[in-house]
């Protein structure tokens, strides 16, 4: 079953789109992130203009995000302050990265920008979680653990302005969290990504924070990022494509709720490396789409002539 999308000005089939949707709700829900770094580049595969596709896939990043908060939130395992904290970096974040965005799109770079992008931060971050994981597991099988060290900040715990995180156990300076929440705000304007794979380590590794409250705090703050790049995209840059939106909606509210079940039976350090090796496999198909000789290298579009 065909159906044509209006902003995308091109004819799909619901049900790869659903499907699509689905699979990346369950890999969402398993992995505790937005899943708007897997579904983008797919749609992009699937021939809808890199820009719609970072404009409409916030409106999924929302649904399978609230999905995921409201489940944390039952759990009690979110940071609402810290969560708040990386909110407000987050939103400064996003509305530089809309105009940003903007000024790419007015000069013709911006489905190479996205492309590019893409295809650097999912190779790096893909090899640090597939090394890290691999080591994981190497330690785990030889019976010896590494535990990381609570409350040790080093150059953090010099910074002014802190505050007390009673449940992340932290005080801290507001302004690391901040920075976070402003990166990851550009990333999801610039990538049509709720951050999650870029948030999650950070809110670890930089800010320390215990991985029991890690998941929750990571959704809490991306379904207000995402909902409010959602807007911003449609608003300034016309690049939401409803149709298409309320597709993957569906599909990814139903994979994730059998994501988050799966993700109970694995290890975490299994988790982790069979996420690194889908980020790493889309990385390779984007960098290949950039240096491989397309198919029609010519396009024709209309100019108007000047008066």
Known sequence: MQIYLPIAELPVSVLTILAMGAAVGFLSGMFGIGGGFLMTPLLIFLGIPPAVAVGTQ??????????GALAHFARKSIDF???????AGGILGSLSGIYLFKLLAAIGQIDLTISVVYVVFLSV????????????????RGGSVTRRRGGHHSWIHGLPFKM?????????S????????????????????GGGFILIPAMIYILRM?????????????????????????LENQAVDIVLGFLLVVGGVIGAQYGVRAAEKMPAEQLRALLAAILLLIGMRLGYDLISTPADPYSVVE???EQ
């Open 58 to 67: 916030a409106t999924q990043i929302v649904a399978s995000s609230v999905t």
């Open 81 to 87: 302050k810290m969560g708040g904290v990386l909110l």
């Open 303 to 305: 100019v108007e002539a």
């Open 164 to 172: 007390r995180f009673r449940r992340s156990k932290l005080y801290i």
């Open 125 to 140: 971050i893909g090899a640090m979680m597939m090394v890290e994981s691999v080591q994981a597991i190497r330690a785990a």
């Open 210 to 234: 215990p991985t029991n409250v890690v998941i929750g705090t990571s959704f809490f703050q991306i379904v207000f990022v995402a909902a409010l790049t959602g807007v911003m995209h449609s």
């Open 174 to 193: 507001v302004i690391p969290p901040i920075l976070v929440g402003y990166f990851v705000g550009t990333l999801a304007a610039i990538m049509g990504v």
